[in-house]
């Protein structure tokens, strides 16, 4: 069993960044593939942006471009680095790994 703890949500003007962090403890074996999600208000939860054990990463398309996975090296802790935020980038926002949810820390992006 995994605990995840996102940190590093705000508001912000469009236009702007904010970093987003994903703490992981518990019986974390290795290095996993991670996940980033996010659910806007009224619309379901959505994938964004994913990194796997080889450091390979993928994006959803409306992210591509702005958005950055990463990993740290030391911990099990993954970031994501969000640039030119949109109003279309509120929601909270997940990170996921092996069935397990953090509890998500709130983006809100004002015009």
């Known amino acids: 069993q995994f605990q995840l703890v996102e940190s590093g949500g705000g508001l912000v003007q469009a236009g702007g960044s904010l970093r987003l962090s994903c703490a992981a403890s518990?019986?974390?074996?290795?290095?996993?593939?991670r996940f980033w999600y996010r659910r806007a208000p009224g619309k379901e939860r959505e994938f964004v942006a994913s990194?796997?054990?080889?450091?390979?990463?993928h994006y959803a398309d409306s992210v591509k471009g702005r958005f950055a996975i990463s990993r740290d090296s030391a911990t099990p802790t993954v970031f994501l680095e969000m640039n030119s935020l949109k109003p279309e980038d509120t929601a909270v926002y997940y990170c996921?790994?092996?069935?397990?949810w953090g509890q998500g820390t709130q983006v809100t992006v004002s015009t």
């Open positions: 996921f790994l092996k069935g397990f």
């Open positions: 518990g019986k974390i074996l290795g290095i996993n593939n």
């Open positions: 990194i796997t054990s080889s450091g390979t990463t």
